[in-house]
Every structure is written in C-alpha cells, then in structure tokens.
C-alpha cells in the first residue's frame, strides 16, 4: 500500500515565525511531490512542485526533498495568519498511465497573531 | 488566469438516483482527473482520463461510475446510484501533456455532493 504520511497537527506558529512541514512517503519509486494548500470547503490550490533531491524557493515557501530518506518538507517563512489551512502532500506515482496523485491526510497549520 | 471550473457548486440527491458532475479543464490541458473528499478525511483519486478513454482508475470507481468527454470543453463524471457513502467533495483537476511540460494539476473548486 503506497502511501503518504503527514502529522495531522494543528501546527501553531506565531505570526512572523516559520512554518515546518514535514512528510513522508512510502513508495521509493515516486518522482514528483507536490504541496497543495486547502482552506475549510475549499479545494486544493497547488503550492509548490518539487521533483530533484534538495530545496526549491518561491517566494515564502521553500520545498525541500531528500528521496533517500523519502522525505519531502514545505517552509513558509514570514507566516501570516492568510498562511493558516491544511497543506496537502501530494506524491505522483510512476505507475498506471494517468500518474495520479496520492494524498496525505494534511497538517493544519494555525498562524497566531 | 485560466482555471477549472466545476458545476454544480452542491448537488442534493435521494439514494438511488443518478447524478451527473460537471468540469470545464483548462483549455489546452490533455489530461483529466477527478478525486473525492468525504469530509474530515483525504483526498482520494477516482480516475484520470487522456485521449478519450481511461487511463488508471482507483477501486472506488466501480461499476456505478462513468465519465464522460462530450465534447471539446466538457469532462463529467455520472454517478449511475447513488448511496449515501458517495456524500462528498468531488474535486475536478487537469495538467498539460506529459512531454516537456509541468506535471501539475490544477483543481477546480469542487461539487458538494449530499446524498439524503
């Protein structure tokens, strides 16, 4: 069972501070990692994409990739309380010919003024 | 910037009936998805389709669902009976064609679909 693993949180950071988020995945073989953003009833707005080992920088947000380990990290620096939702991992399986995405269950991210 | 669209926004329907989820991709994207979320738990992959047929489906997507390309612009997914375990967000998304090109996927906003 290929699967994604986050801790469901809520992660509180104060506004101004950074925001670590970590994830793990299952499957060895999986190339692309993704991290979405969803506030409540709302659906998944794409974040950052990352596909080679080490980090990835836009703008706040920061991605970071360690395939050896099967760890894949989301930073968002300066946090703001607008940052405060779940942020989705997302791993793309290399398997089957529409490459779905396999979600983690998300962390709650809860920025405090 | 262009977005997938999703009608209807929520759909309310008794046990048994059919229903039909509606999704307008990007326009020069080639493949397209559809996932669930019940609520409080993860998004779960349903189907992706490329080139007018399905390309991987998940064991969620039984007998009891289909979709559809009716045209250029249009991408459904039809629900023959419902149950009420099929209650949930239905997510559209799409991604350009894999050659040279970003391997994302874009979501629209969802169908909340309540089955009573």
């Known amino acids: 069972q290929k699967e994604v693993e986050q801790n469901s949180g809520p992660l509180s950071v104060p506004e101004g501070a950074i925001a670590s988020l970590n994830c793990t995945y299952s499957d060895r073989v999986s190339q692309s990692f993704f991290w979405y953003r969803q506030y409540s009833g709302k659906s998944p707005e794409l974040i950052m994409s990352?596909?080679?080992?080490g980090d990835k920088e836009d703008g706040r947000f920061t991605a970071q990739l360690n395939k050896a380990s099967q760890y894949v990290s989301l930073l968002i620096r300066d946090s703001q309380p607008s940052d405060s939702a779940t942020y989705l991992c997302a791993v793309r399986g290399l398997t089957g010919g529409g490459n779905k995405l396999t979600f983690g269950t998300g962390t709650q991210l809860k920025v405090e003024l | 910037e262009p977005e997938v669209t999703q009608t209807p926004s929520h759909q309310v329907t008794q046990m048994g009936q059919e229903v039909i989820l509606r999704c307008v991709p990007i326009?020069?994207?080639?493949?397209f998805y559809w996932y669930r979320q019940i609520l409080g738990q993860k998004v779960e992959f349903l189907v992706s389709?490329?080139?007018?047929?399905?390309?991987?489906k998940s064991e969620i997507f039984d007998d009891q669902f289909s979709v559809e390309r009716p045209d250029g612009s249009n991408f459904t997914l039809k629900i023959r009976s419902t149950k009420l375990e099929d209650s949930a967000m239905y997510f559209c998304?799409?991604?350009?064609?894999?050659?040279?090109?970003?391997?994302?996927?874009?979501f629209g906003p969802g169908t909340r679909l309540t089955v009573t």
């Open positions: 389709f490329y080139n007018n047929e399905i390309s991987e």
């Open positions: 326009s020069n994207h080639l493949y």
């Open positions: 998304a799409s991604r350009a064609r894999l050659a040279g090109t970003p391997l994302e996927q874009y």
């Open positions: 990352i596909y080679s080992n």
